[in-house]
T-cell receptor
């Protein structure tokens, strides 16, 4: 059973398009995250949600809009895609009160903007 | 703001030998968590080991152990009896314990090569 799943795993699209990435976790966690891994493998937090409430919104362009319909799902919608958005996007989850147990990551979505 | 530094972009070790990956961090907090994550070519991020700053005892998980030096703000990962499957990028990460929904702060990673 997959703990944190993301769809799609690969996304190739043209500049200017709008795309969404979906994430689901079945770990019973109450907090979910989106991270971006750039071409140099550097990982940076973008957003975090706790019980469907936005907690962290790092300096991310407002073309990126996360949505959490419930505790088990966190989706990422990106408008007007730009070349610089090409990266791997990871969803992760954890229990807010058990943060020391670590965050569990999905398999990542490789986004390529042409 | 906290920072995490991994000074070794790449390390190479012979199969069955021991290797140590370095990590230093900077924080003004006294209570926090530290993690090592492994990212093999499959791209999956795998939690290898975790350490709570208030615990003096170094964490161990089978062939993986850490050397946590709080005063020096150092958190190195030792891999014993290296195996081919250990080949991956390894990331050190920090999390303030008071920020339960905070994002992890990652280092830039160390690429570990295992020589057969």
């Amino acid at each position: 059973d997959t703990a944190v799943s993301q769809t799609p795993k690969y996304l190739v699209t043209q500049m200017g398009n709008d795309k969404s990435i979906k994430c689901e976790q079945n770990l019973g966690h109450d907090t979910m995250y989106w991270y971006k891994q750039d071409s140099k493998k550097f990982l940076k937090i973008m957003f975090s949600y706790n019980n469907k409430e936005l907690i962290i919104n790092e300096t991310v362009p407002n073309r990126f809009s996360p949505k959490s319909p419930d505790k088990a799902h966190l989706n990422l919608h990106i408008n007007s895609l730009e070349l610089g958005d090409s990266a791997v996007y990871f969803c992760a989850s954890s229990h807010r009160r058990l943060a020391g147990e670590g965050q569990y990551f999905g398999p990542g979505t490789r986004l390529l903007v042409l | 703001a906290q920072t995490v530094t991994q000074s070794q972009p790449e390390m190479s070790v012979q199969e069955a030998e021991t290797v140590t990956l370095s990590c230093t961090y900077d924080t003004s907090e006294s209570d926090y968590y530290l993690f090592w994550y492994k990212q093999p070519p499959s791209r999956q991020m795998i939690l290898v080991i975790r350490q709570e700053a208030y615990k003096q005892q170094n964490a161990t998980e089978n062939r993986f152990s850490v050397n946590f030096q709080k005063a020096a703000k150092s958190f190195s990962l030792k891999i014993s009896d290296s195996q081919l499957g250990d080949a991956a990028m390894y990331f050190c990460a920090y999390l303030y314990s008071g920020g339960g929904a905070d994002g992890l702060t990652f280092g830039k990673g160390t690429h570990l090569i295992i020589q057969p």
